[in-house]
Nanobody, 124 residues
Framework: QVQLVESGGGSVQAGGSLRLSCVAS????????MGWFRQAPGKEREFVAA????????YYADSVKGRFTISRDYGKDTAILQMNDLKSEDTAVYSC?????????????????WGQGTQVTVSS
C-alpha cells in the first residue's frame, strides 16, 4: 500500500499563488507517475498535472499550462505543485495520486492510490 498526504491548500485572491505538497510513504515502486487532480463542486474530477518519478518528465492540462509547475523531491518522497496566477476557476479540492504503470495516463481510473485532498479556494 501507498499512503499519500497532501498539504498546502488554502484561500487566496485571484492572481495569487499557493504551493501544494504530497508526501508518499509505504510501498515503493521502481517506476511510477505521481499526478495531481482536482474536483470542483458539481464537476467531475479532472487531471491537472503529472510527473514521472524517475525521469522527471512533466505533463499538464491545457488550463494550467504556464501557471502551474509540478516537481518532485526524491529525498523527501514529495511531489510539489506550485500554482501561480490563480483564477477563480481553479477553486477545487486538489488530490495527489500514484499510477504504478510505465506509461503516462491522465485518466483518473488509471491511478492506483489517492490522497484525501486539500481545498484550494480562489476569490475574485
Amino acid at each position: 500500500q501507498v499512503q499519500l498526504v497532501e498539504s498546502g491548500g488554502g484561500s487566496v485572491q485571484a492572481g495569487g499563488s499557493l504551493r501544494l505538497s504530497c508526501v508518499a510513504s509505504g510501498r515503493t515502486f521502481s517506476r511510477f507517475y505521481m499526478g495531481w487532480f482536482r474536483q470542483a463542486p458539481g464537476k467531475e474530477r479532472e487531471f491537472v498535472a503529472a510527473i514521472s518519478w524517475t525521469g522527471g518528465v512533466t505533463y499538464y492540462a491545457d488550463s494550467v499550462k504556464g501557471r502551474f509547475t509540478i516537481s518532485r523531491d526524491y529525498g523527501k518522497d514529495t511531489a510539489i505543485l506550485q500554482m501561480n496566477d490563480l483564477k477563480s476557476e481553479d477553486t477545487a479540492v486538489y488530490s495527489c495520486a500514484v499510477d504504478v504503470s510505465v506509461m503516462f495516463a491522465k485518466e483518473r481510473a488509471k491511478y492506483d492510490y489517492w490522497g484525501q485532498g486539500t481545498q484550494v479556494t480562489v476569490s475574485s
